[in-house]
């Protein structure tokens, strides 16, 4: 069984650009969430998806960030007209369907996104 | 909101010894869990233990162990007999009321030869 998987695992973009993460979930996992690490930094929760559907994006910035956990294909964080404060490690977890009141995040390697 | 604190940004000790590392936490919440992951250089986050805040015995896994004071809102790990590779940031983290993981900046151990 596949853990969580995240590419690229590495994406350089200049200023202005565009950055797309993608996710896929552990298989039979239906919720993603997604996390923000900058350097000498704790990971950051950003959004909680459920298949076609937003739960929680209490941590994503109000601009530029989007993501989305569409019903076929991996869930994808979106970053528009990155700025050099948007380098960090982007972490992806996914989590079986909720039968208790947690259930256990499981992480992908993440991705670094250096924004040049 | 919750906060997790890690007070030691640092810590070092030779292989085979013991090391705590602390961590204290705030909350509003009765119930909640706590966690200790392990990152590695390669970045991967590895969950070492977990502890249900209703549960009152410390949670064990082989050489980890924590000891969870849940009135004064702290969650230590101790690594018993430490090897080379659990050489790696450690982060508190914990969740409860909200859909995300809290964590804490992380203590970075270093296990010397």
């Known amino acids: 069984n596949a853990g969580v998987m995240q590419n690229p695992r590495h994406l350089v973009r200049r200023r202005g650009q565009e950055a797309r993460l993608r996710c896929s979930p552990m298989?039979?996992?239906?919720?993603v969430y997604w996390y923000r690490q900058l350097p000498e930094e704790g990971l950051k929760f950003m959004v909680y998806?459920?298949?076609?559907?937003?739960?929680?994006e209490s941590g994503m910035p109000k601009e530029r960030f989007s993501a989305e956990f569409p019903k076929e294909g991996p869930s994808i964080l979106r970053i528009q007209q990155v700025v050099r404060g948007d380098s960090a490690a982007y972490f992806c977890?996914?989590?079986?369907?909720?039968?208790?009141?947690?259930?256990?995040?499981?992480f992908g390697p993440g991705t670094r996104l250096t924004v040049l | 909101a919750q906060t997790v604190t890690q007070s030691q940004p640092e810590m070092s000790v030779q292989e085979a010894e013991t090391v705590t590392l602390s961590c204290t936490y705030d909350t509003s919440e009765s119930n909640y869990y706590l966690f200790w992951y392990k990152q590695p250089p390669s970045r991967q986050m590895i969950l070492v233990i977990r502890?249900?805040?209703?549960?009152?015995q410390n949670a064990t896994e082989n050489r980890f162990s924590v000891n969870f004071q849940k009135a004064a809102k702290s969650f230590s790990l101790k690594i018993s007999d430490s090897q080379l590779g659990d050489t790696a940031m450690y982060f508190c983290a914990f969740i409860g009321g909200a859909d995300g993981l809290t964590f804490g900046k992380g203590t970075h151990l270093i296990i010397q030869p």
């Open positions: 298989k039979g996992h239906s919720h």
């Open positions: 502890q249900e805040a209703y549960k009152q």
């Open positions: 998806l459920q298949k076609e559907n937003i739960i929680d």
């Open positions: 977890a996914s989590s079986p369907p909720q039968v208790m009141r947690y259930n256990e995040q499981f």
